[in-house]
């Protein structure tokens, strides 16, 4: 079965210095891993997202992921943290060998602190 | 473009009460899926459709849930005799392919409250 561990319910980071929001997966098959964004009051936004090839890919509003496959991570990255990066982070996962829909992580609420 | 978009944004039922929750998927879109987000998780999946072929609906929590999309756009969700342990944001997204690799565009939601 696939299964998304976010171990940090909060992450706290000052304005400018790098973020990282760490994400684990557990799949059978191959990984599809997904970073979305939630806004309060507001659906998931998509960042980015891991197929093959590269393993850091590059997404929406400077954010980048490293896939690692001997870890089993995703973790999302930003060089730069804004304030207006507060916001729920959620990882999700798709296997190759299980159905269409999405397995979502917990989520981890970021706040950067100017 | 418009984005996926769901109606009613809320809904107060009192318990017991039936509930229709109506998503429109971003226009061609093939999939379409719910999910139930609770207070403080992450989403969890309830059913995908593809066109108007319901493909899964493993996720859905009992009998008293179900999901339509009778001509492959629009969908509604229906939620029979309401209980209070279905309060949630009820999320639709849709995708335009079935590839598994595909991004899903997600709704803002309906947050459901039975009192």
């Known amino acids: 079965a696939q299964s998304v561990a976010q171990p940090e319910d909060q992450v706290n980071v000052a304005e400018g210095n790098p973020l990282t929001v760490k994400c684990t997966y557990s799949v059978s098959g191959n990984p599809y891993l997904f970073w979305y964004v939630q806004y309060p009051n507001r659906g998931l936004q998509f960042l980015l997202k891991?197929?093959?090839?590269?393993?850091l890919v590059k997404g929406s509003y400077g954010f980048e992921a490293e896939f690692n496959k001997s870890q089993t991570s995703f973790h999302l990255k930003k060089p730069s943290a804004l304030v207006s990066d507060s916001a729920l982070y959620f990882c999700a996962v798709r296997d190759t060998l299980a159905g269409q829909n999405f397995v979502f992580g917990p989520g981890t609420r970021l706040s950067v602190l100017p | 473009g418009a984005g996926v978009s769901q109606s009613p944004r809320y809904k107060v039922a009192k318990r017991g009460q039936d509930v229709a929750l109506r998503c429109d998927p971003i226009s061609g879109h093939v999939s379409l899926f719910w999910y139930q987000q609770a207070l403080g998780q992450g989403p969890e999946f309830l059913t995908y459709?593809?066109?108007?072929?319901?493909?899964?609906k493993s996720g859905l929590p009992s009998d008293r849930f179900f999901a339509e999309r009778p001509e492959g756009s629009v969908s509604t969700l229906k939620i029979q005799r309401t209980q209070q342990e279905d309060s949630a944001v009820y999320l639709c997204a849709s995708s335009s392919l079935t590839t598994v690799w595909e991004t899903q565009y997600f709704g803002p939601g309906t947050r459901l409250l039975v009192l």
């Open positions: 459709f593809q066109n108007e072929a319901q493909l899964d």
């Open positions: 891991y197929i093959t090839g590269d393993n």
